[in-house]
């Protein structure tokens, strides 16, 4: 069974770093791509980054890039996202998912960042 | 930056057939823009539905359809049940990034 399961989330005072694990079981972590999604509070999705295989591409949302960095451990079965400079308006549910033929399969429960003095 | 256009709202009958789309600002959505459908519930994390433009889940019910429709992707669903009372959002590849839109709600009344 397929299982994604997200950690780390908080409360972080504006300008401070977070970071997401998330931890994968059920599948060939080391041959998959991964996802970063978020939501914030009665909002929509958005697509926040993704990671190859290997880690050594990576693909970020125009808004967030040179904030927030993706990245994963093959030996640890383990995606990150590391959270830096945090802004109000980056509160928001943050989910993990694996990319599979451009698709985005299978997700994880979430979990709730709050950036808020 | 790729504005993705979805009805805000729906509202359909118990059996009957509705269609959502899914736009983009960019031009006539093709399967190069390798349309995703997921639909939402509240306090849930999404659920993925369609992936490249007409393939289904394992778990997608067979009353879920992807197709491309004057130019938008779009997501049909016929003999709508009333456990499909959701949120529905379409997810494209545009320009290298992955654009959501807006979510579709959809009341089954």
């Known amino acids: 069974e397929v299982q994604l399961v997200e950690s780390g989330g908080g409360l972080v005072q504006p300008g401070g770093s977070l970071r997401l694990s998330c931890a994968a079981s059920?599948?060939?972590?080391?041959?998959?791509?991964l996802t970063w999604f978020r939501q914030a509070p009665g909002k929509g999705l958005e697509w926040v980054a993704n990671?190859?295989?290997?880690?050594?591409?990576?693909y970020y949302v125009d808004s967030l890039k040179g904030r927030f960095t993706i990245s994963k451990d093959n030996a640890e079965n383990s995606l990150y996202l590391q959270m830096n400079s945090l802004r109000a308006e980056d509160t928001a549910v943050y989910y993990c998912?694996?990319?599979?033929?451009?698709?985005?399969?299978?997700w994880g429960q979430g979990t709730l960042v709050t950036v808020s003095s | 930056q790729t504005v993705v256009t979805q009805e805000p709202s729906l509202t359909v009958s118990p059996g009957g057939t509705v269609t959502l789309t899914c736009a983009s600002s960019?031009?006539?959505?093709?399967?190069?823009?390798?349309p995703n459908w997921f639909q939402q519930k509240p306090g849930q994390a999404p659920r993925a539905l369609i992936y490249?433009?007409?393939n289904k889940h394992s778990w997608t019910p067979a009353r879920f359809s992807g197709s491309l429709l004057g130019g938008k992707a779009a997501l049909t669903l016929s003999g709508v049940q009333p456990e499909d009372e959701a949120e529905y959002y379409c997810?494209?590849?545009?320009?290298?990034?992955?654009?959501f839109g807006g979510g579709t709600k959809l009341t089954v009344l």
């Open positions: 998912a694996r990319h599979s033929n451009w698709g985005f399969d299978y």
């Open positions: 059920g599948f060939t972590f080391s041959n998959s791509w």
């Open positions: 990671i190859n295989e290997d880690g050594n591409r990576r």
């Open positions: 960019t031009g006539a959505v093709t399967s190069d823009y390798y």
């Open positions: 490249r433009t007409t």
């Open positions: 997810l494209l590849f545009c320009r290298s990034t992955w654009v």
